[in-house]
């Protein structure tokens, strides 16, 4: 064997051990978590795979910058398959991959010299974007996390430079390869700069042993590295969570062998959570949807992952004096982990699937449950639930009362019912949204359809009890509700709020609850397109429409609202800045309704803001939450001379009497 193949063997030998030894440091730190079931449905997870890190969909949604880095992701991958040309070159004694044949290799190295080009390009172009454009989500990045990213940019330009510079001495000194001189124009336009005489050896294998010293280099860099999403970004998006969004895990409260629930401590949390930590790439777009982060809370999701990560590196090292630290609060605050509106703008906005809503929600729960430690506020919202099954603590006697003395009809087993409307909290106590569940009552009685209503029996559908970290009380609720709604044999619900909406269609099948749950949005415009409303002349002015997190981000539900308002408008809905997707929540989700809000800006007031901006006349809303937060806001601002009307209003004040 020559000098050349044996130092090239154990420079990959010690290159790869020593990474070796730090992934599975990392491994082991991550594995500590609680069990994932995350090992199911692969040509689900692998087409996610494809198309989130493969075609960067969400990254694209800003086009520049994903651009930019697609051109990096892609340059990366096939300018690995040149790093390995170059081993061969090493561990073979100066063959190259030239067995393909002459054709196939004048094509691949075209690839080569094409994506080394536009990766210098790219990269040129990420450097201006930093220095220059100064993104705002990427402000807060700490002086490490900046010189993190601009050593990586350097490294990435030292391999394309020195894989061309090594190409064009190649074409330079005539030999073998100048006949693939015309695959390689930027390759070959260098050559032609460099001198007349023949470039010695010696710097052709120096250029050639600085790419590979890069590469492992920055291979073993990696996991010390925010950029080890270079490796887990991929395994990340393929395990990530396959159910519905609004669907959180249900623990099983009678099992006596559980002593804690929820995460008080870091390997309580899942290992897959574990390993979002490791994938987060700090791109600050969590952030930069965030309600919370972008009114000045303590809670920021990156930070979250952030801090995660550095627990759990921290706890691995120092495993006998950490083993008994709770995350909150010694990792996070209360204020931080209470924050949360759990709209999930950050879920939506990661472009590595990263779940932070389902941890912040475990945390909780260990709050909770296991110390009894939560805000005041929330303490008088869990008696309320546990005495009168509703938030105000009103007598449940008084439940619909004022739907049945209308004579709505109760549902009964066997009745002629098309549907069972779920009313809610909201509709049945709040005067405000009662004005909204008797817009829909009016609706389905002029498209006669049949319905009824659950009147007294109705109870709370559990699902802020269960986001505010208070499981037991949640399940208690829904398990009483899902007796009685099987007891009436309920198949088919309607409901006005997008909490119970979304509880009842992801949450209860979980406890035996299975159920073809509509949104009222969604019936109005079937209704509509079916023939079974009369509408007038549309004659609504200017509406814009604010989109519920919980039908919205969550359940997908974007058109029919717009659908149905479009019906009574006779101008173009408006549409906000921040919407569909990117929609801006109102504030009140994750039983922010019921918490005090004393910190930073109000995120209700900065939605409204943007919807005075807008210039429409009024808002429409399909959320029982959103409608007193936005109307909240407006009042605040001294804007009241916008209308907030939910979707069933709009619609009512144009069916033809």
Request: glycine letters at 6%; a neutral charge.
């Amino acid at each position: 064997m020559s000098i050349l193949q044996i130092s090239t063997a154990l420079f990959l030998l010690i290159s790869l051990a020593a990474f070796s030894f730090s992934f599975q440091k990392v491994l082991r730190i991550i594995l500590a978590g609680a069990p994932s079931k995350v090992f199911d449905r692969w040509p689900q997870r692998f087409w996610r795979a494809f198309v989130e890190v493969l075609l960067h969909r969400k990254m694209m949604r800003q086009f520049w910058p994903g651009f930019l880095h697609l051109l990096i992701f892609w340059g990366f991958i096939i300018l690995s398959l040149g790093t390995l040309e170059w081993i061969y070159y090493g561990l073979s004694g100066g063959l190259k991959f030239s067995f393909l044949g002459d054709r196939i290799y004048s094509g691949y190295v075209a690839s080569q010299d094409f994506f080394n080009t536009f990766v210098f390009l790219a990269v040129l172009g990420a450097f201006y974007r930093r220095l220059f454009v100064k993104p705002k989500r990427m402000a807060d990045n700490s002086s490490k996390s900046r010189l993190d990213a601009y050593f990586i940019l350097f490294l990435i330009l030292g391999l394309v430079i020195s894989n061309l510079f090594c190409h064009a001495i190649e074409i330079h000194n005539k030999g073998r390869w100048e006949t693939f001189a015309d695959s390689q124009p930027s390759a070959n336009l260098i050559a032609s700069f460099l001198s007349t005489g023949s470039i010695p050896d010696s710097i052709y294998f120096s250029l050639w042993w600085l790419h590979l010293i890069i590469v492992f280099g920055f291979l073993n860099y990696l996991p010390y590295s925010k950029h080890f999403h270079v490796i887990l970004a991929f395994p990340n998006v393929l395990l990530s969570k396959l159910e519905a969004r609004g669907k959180l895990s249900t623990p099983n409260l009678e099992d006596e062998s559980i002593l804690s629930f929820g995460a008080e401590k870091l390997e309580d949390l899942k290992w897959k959570s574990i390993l979002d930590s490791f994938a987060c790439t700090e791109c600050g777009r969590c952030n930069e949807f965030c309600p919370t982060a972008s009114t000045g809370k303590a809670l920021k999701p990156k930070t979250l992952m952030i801090d995660l990560r550095a627990a759990a590196t921290g706890r691995a090292q120092n495993f006998a004096q950490l083993k008994d630290q709770a995350l909150v609060p010694e990792t996070f605050s209360d204020q931080f982990i209470w924050d949360c509106t759990t709209c999930g703008a950050c879920v939506e906005a990661c472009p590595v699937m990263i779940d932070h809503v389902d941890d912040i929600v475990e945390m909780r729960r260990a709050l909770v449950l296991n110390r009894g430690s939560n805000p005041d506020e929330a303490t008088n919202a869990f008696r309320n639930w546990e005495s009168s099954s509703n938030p105000w603590g009103l007598s449940p006697d008084s439940r619909q009362e004022w739907l049945l003395n209308k004579g709505v009809p109760v549902f009964e087993t066997g009745g002629d019912f098309e549907y069972l409307y779920y009313v809610g909290c909201a509709g049945s106590f709040d005067d405000r949204n009662k004005k909204v569940v008797d817009a829909l009552v009016k609706i389905l009685q002029a498209a006669k359809v049949k319905f009824g209503i659950l009147g007294k029996e109705e109870k709370c559908n559990g699902e802020t009890a269960r986001r505010m970290g208070n499981e037991w009380l949640a399940q208690q609720m829904m398990r009483t509700n899902i007796e009685l709604l099987n007891g009436r044999g309920a198949k088919k619900i309607i409901t006005s709020c997008p909490h119970c909406f979304n509880t009842l269609a992801n949450e209860y099948p979980s406890l035996g609850g299975n159920y073809e749950v509509i949104h009222h949005t969604q019936l109005i415009k079937d209704l509509i397109n079916s023939g079974r409303l009369s509408l007038n002349s549309k004659s609504q002015e200017a509406i814009t429409f604010h989109d519920s997190c919980y039908i919205g981000r969550y359940n997908q539900i974007f058109d029919e609202p717009r659908a149905a308002i479009a019906a009574v408008s006779k101008d173009e809905p408006i549409e906000l800045t921040r919407s569909k997707e990117q929609g801006f929540c109102c504030g009140a989700g994750g039983g922010r309704m019921w918490l005090e809000e004393n910190t930073g800006t109000r995120i209700n007031e900065n939605r409204a803001q943007e919807i005075v901006n807008s210039s429409a006349k009024s808002v429409g809303v399909a959320c029982p939450f959103c409608m007193t937060m936005i109307s909240d806001g407006l009042r605040s601002l001294k804007r009241e001379d916008i209308a907030v009307k939910d979707v069933a209003e709009l619609v009512v004040e144009s069916l033809k009497s």
